[in-house]
Each structure stands twice: as structure tokens, then as C-alpha cells.
């Protein structure tokens, strides 16, 4: 009697639909793993940096901002049509203002630094059936990957009375 050494066709064919299929679901399981790790670190860091806006809203309006001024009436807003927006590192320390294009189009890094997040400063809408305040409402949108332009960023919203 011979011994056969080596695989069948049947044995090799099957082995390579069973690669076909638990290799793309590896992978996808693996990309989603770090996707899932990103929104977890920003959901982490994302009250930190929009509480670090608001402390620069606040500064603005007693006139000690580094990166935020007052209209000539005091108030503390972004002009019509202008864009506020400041980038943070990876652990949420503030880098600086991130400008419109580099806005749009993203960016990573700003004066050698990295920029993890873009935090975008705007007028809160207002809420139906609530009288108009006299201390503006005021949103901070935390967005992430600062890198992807700004169609493709995930957002977290942040809201506060600025006094």
C-alpha cells in the first residue's frame, strides 16, 4: 500500500475559501477597532477642549484673549461669515487658531505642533420657544481627525452662556 503525502485539490480549494472569507472580515474588524479607539479618545478629551474655548470666550470678553477679541459692542462672536477655530494635540493641550483653508481642507500640525482636533467656536441656535437671552449662547463643535477635510470630520457639540 502507497502512503499519498500532500493535500487533496478538494482540501486546497476549501482551505482557500475559508482564507477568502475570515481574512476581510479580520482585517475589518481591525480597522474598526482603531476607529472605535479614535472616538474614544476624542469623546475623552473633547469636554476638556471645549471647556478650554469657553474659558477663551470668557477671556475675550474682559478682553484677555490670546486668540478671540470682542466687537466694538463686547460681544463675543465669531464676525458674519468669519470663522473661529483652534486646534488641540492629541491630549487636548491648545495649539492655536487653524485658519479657513487649512479649516476646510484639514490640517496636522501648526508651528511644528500636531493637531489632533479642530475646535469650530459659533453662535448656539437659538431654541424655539425660549426668550432670547441677554447673555449669548454660544456652541463649541469639537471636530476629529483634524486632518480630513471638513466634509469628513466627526463632530461632538459642546453649548454655554457666555458671561
Given at each position: 500500500?502507497?502512503?499519498?503525502?500532500?493535500?487533496?485539490?478538494?482540501?486546497?480549494?476549501?482551505?482557500?475559501?475559508?482564507?477568502?472569507?475570515t481574512?476581510?472580515?479580520?482585517?475589518?474588524?481591525?480597522?474598526?477597532?482603531?476607529?472605535?479607539?479614535?472616538?474614544?479618545g476624542?469623546?475623552?478629551?473633547?469636554?476638556?477642549?471645549?471647556?478650554?474655548?469657553?474659558?477663551?470666550?470668557?477671556?475675550?470678553?474682559?478682553g484677555?484673549?490670546?486668540?478671540f477679541?470682542?466687537?466694538?459692542d463686547?460681544?463675543?462672536?465669531p464676525p458674519?461669515?468669519?470663522?473661529?477655530?483652534?486646534?488641540?494635540?492629541?491630549?487636548?493641550?491648545?495649539?492655536?487658531?487653524?485658519?479657513?483653508?487649512?479649516?476646510?481642507?484639514?490640517?496636522?500640525e501648526?508651528d511644528?505642533?500636531?493637531?489632533r482636533?479642530?475646535?469650530?467656536?459659533?453662535?448656539?441656535?437659538?431654541?424655539?420657544?425660549?426668550?432670547?437671552?441677554?447673555?449669548?449662547?454660544m456652541?463649541v463643535?469639537?471636530?476629529?481627525?483634524?486632518g480630513a477635510?471638513e466634509?469628513?470630520?466627526?463632530?461632538l457639540?459642546f453649548?454655554?452662556?457666555?458671561?
Amino acid at each position: 500500500m502507497r502512503k499519498w503525502r500532500g493535500v487533496t485539490l478538494m482540501e486546497s480549494v476549501i482551505s482557500i475559501g475559508v482564507l477568502a472569507v475570515t481574512v476581510p472580515l479580520i482585517l475589518a474588524a481591525i480597522g474598526e477597532s482603531g476607529r472605535t479607539g479614535e472616538a474614544s479618545g476624542a469623546e475623552t478629551r473633547a469636554p476638556w477642549i471645549a471647556a478650554a474655548c469657553f474659558d477663551e470666550l470668557r477671556a475675550a470678553s474682559h478682553g484677555r484673549s490670546a486668540y478671540f477679541s470682542a466687537d466694538e459692542d463686547g460681544r463675543v462672536s465669531p464676525p458674519e461669515g468669519g470663522l473661529w477655530a483652534l486646534g488641540f494635540t492629541r491630549g487636548g493641550a491648545m495649539v492655536g487658531t487653524v485658519s479657513p483653508d487649512q479649516y476646510a481642507s484639514g490640517t496636522r500640525e501648526s508651528d511644528g505642533r500636531e493637531i489632533r482636533f479642530i475646535a469650530r467656536v459659533h453662535p448656539a441656535p437659538p431654541v424655539a420657544g425660549e426668550a432670547a437671552a441677554s447673555v449669548p449662547a454660544m456652541r463649541v463643535t469639537v471636530e476629529y481627525p483634524a486632518g480630513a477635510p471638513e466634509e469628513r470630520r466627526r463632530t461632538l457639540d459642546f453649548h454655554a452662556h457666555i458671561r
